[in-house]
């Protein structure tokens, strides 16, 4: 069977890149409430207040750099595909970081804060500076429709139906710096144990579904990750 490796990735990969985590402690959902910053109504209620939210966050990843843990998982991408696996990097995060480190079989299924979407034509644009309610839609040129591309709690991930295509042939699946504690990602372990792959947790501590995972390695990211990939590519294709 074709080594084929699914790795999944949370708010805990870019935590060293100053980005902020959720749910630890000082996490962004103990500063701000998700339910007027991070679901449709909202949204609705107030766009400006989201769109401050957002904004604030687009400025906090222009000053941030991809970490070793990025450059890693980048790396291993590479090898383990010349080596003839099948790689896929699937991140709950909204920044660009991994792309930054060079990861390229990518899926961003809650979205990418450097994108943009009109609510009414469903225009895609990149965007690097502060969206606000007076803005028009290029496409459209509706005023006051656009938003950042972020899957809200409550909204359709991106690209479930192909994570939910590839998870029955993994081999290999990892959660790096992540709590496990939003669905459907949070599912995908158990999903991909079903599948007999063996199942690894990175993080800080074990998340809500620790205990469906095979291995675990606990630690800051930038330490374990790098070393894990050593180890998972040699164990793999040695
Ligand atoms: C949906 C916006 C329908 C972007 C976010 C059951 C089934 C399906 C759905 C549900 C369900 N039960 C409830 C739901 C609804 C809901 C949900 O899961 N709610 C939870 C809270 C109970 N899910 C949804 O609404 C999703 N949509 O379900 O649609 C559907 C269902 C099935 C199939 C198709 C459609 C939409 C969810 C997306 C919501 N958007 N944010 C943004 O602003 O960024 S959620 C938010 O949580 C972020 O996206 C974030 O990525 C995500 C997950 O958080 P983590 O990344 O894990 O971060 P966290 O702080 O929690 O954990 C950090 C971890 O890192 C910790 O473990 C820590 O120890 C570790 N760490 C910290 N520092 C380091 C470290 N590790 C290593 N090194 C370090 N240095």
Redesign the pocket.
């Known amino acids: 069977m074709t080594p084929s490796l699914l790795i999944l ?5 870019s ?2 890149s100053g980005l ?5 402690t000082d ?3 103990a500063k701000f409430d ?1 339910q007027r ?2 679901t449709p109504d909202g949204f609705r209620e107030d766009p400006a207040e989201v769109h401050a ?2 904004n604030a ?1 687009r400025r906090g990843l222009m000053e941030a750099e991809p970490n070793p ?1 990025h450059k890693a998982l980048a790396t291993l991408e590479a090898a383990w595909v010349r080596s003839g696996g099948n790689f896929t990097l699937v ?4 920044d660009d970081l991994h792309e930054r480190a060079g990861s390229e079989r990518l899926i961003h ?3 990418e ?1 450097l994108q943009s979407r009109c609510g009414a034509c469903s225009d895609l644009q990149a965007c690097r500076d502060d969206l606000s309610i007076t803005m028009s839609c290029r496409a459209c040129g509706r005023e006051g429709q656009l938003r ?1 591309n ?8 991106i690209g ?1 139906d192909e994570i939910f295509s590839i998870l029955p042939s993994v081999t290999h699946f990892a959660a ?12 995908f372990a158990e999903e991909a144990g079903r599948a007999g792959a063996t199942t690894w947790e ?6 809500e579904s620790g205990h469906v995972f095979t291995h675990a390695v ?8 790098p070393a894990w990939c050593d180890r998972i590519l040699s164990e793999t294709f040695a």
């Open positions: 990735t949370g708010s805990g990969i935590a060293e902020g985590t959720f749910r630890d996490g962004i959902w998700w910053l991070a939210f957002y966050r843990a991140t709950q995060n909204i299924m809650h979205g804060l950042p972020v899957v809200w709690f409550g909204e359709m991930p479930v790096v710096g992540t709590s496990g504690a939003v669905w459907p990602a949070a599912g990175l993080s800080l501590e074990a998340g606990y630690g800051k990211a930038t330490e374990t990750v």
